[in-house]
């Protein structure tokens, strides 16, 4: 069960709770997006059925288009996972979950955020730049196909998104 408001839409894009009904779309655009290291059905799975996350997915009528996660744990979360297909990239969607998973994280009493993102992923790293994240670590051929994947971390607390509605 989700503790923060769903993004407003964007246009005919609409955000949801996710759902088990979604999770094999949502498996089919994680192999299509992250072939070297995608989640298997069953982690997916496992994710929604546990206390400590949250998930959304984002539609635009039918189709999935994306889809985000965040694990809380007392003060700490961490981003599990966001996606957006590469079609709908640049429409706000994914700021929109980020912006979400920060609001989800507060309400669980989450007062940092941390995410792994890959080091060839430039439009990704920007996007958590502009959202306050910093760089910590990098931890080199974190990634199946071996690229070093980048620990970023934010502060819940004073980050905008986590400002009442």
Request: a negative charge; hydrophobic letters at 40%; aromatic letters at 8%.
């Amino acid at each position: 069960m989700l503790n923060a408001k769903l993004p407003a839409d964007i246009g005919t894009i609409t955000f949801t709770e996710m759902t088990l009904h979604h999770l094999e779309a949502v498996h089919i655009l994680e192999t299509n997006l992250f072939p070297a290291d995608a989640w298997p059905l069953e982690m997916f799975l496992a994710e929604l059925q546990h206390p400590t996350r949250g998930y959304i997915a984002a539609f635009d009528r039918d189709l999935l288009v994306g889809y985000a996660g965040v694990m809380s744990i007392a003060e700490t979360a961490d981003v599990q996972t966001i996606a957006v297909r590469p079609t709908y990239e640049g429409r706000g969607i994914g700021r929109a979950m980020l912006d979400f998973l920060h609001r989800e994280a507060a309400a669980r009493g989450a007062e940092t955020i941390l995410l792994e993102v890959r080091a060839d992923n430039p439009r990704a790293q920007d996007l958590y730049t502009k959202n306050g994240y910093a760089h910590l670590h990098t931890r080199p051929g974190y990634y199946n196909d071996g690229v070093d994947a980048l620990i970023m971390q934010a502060p819940l607390t004073a980050h905008p998104t986590t400002e009442s509605e």
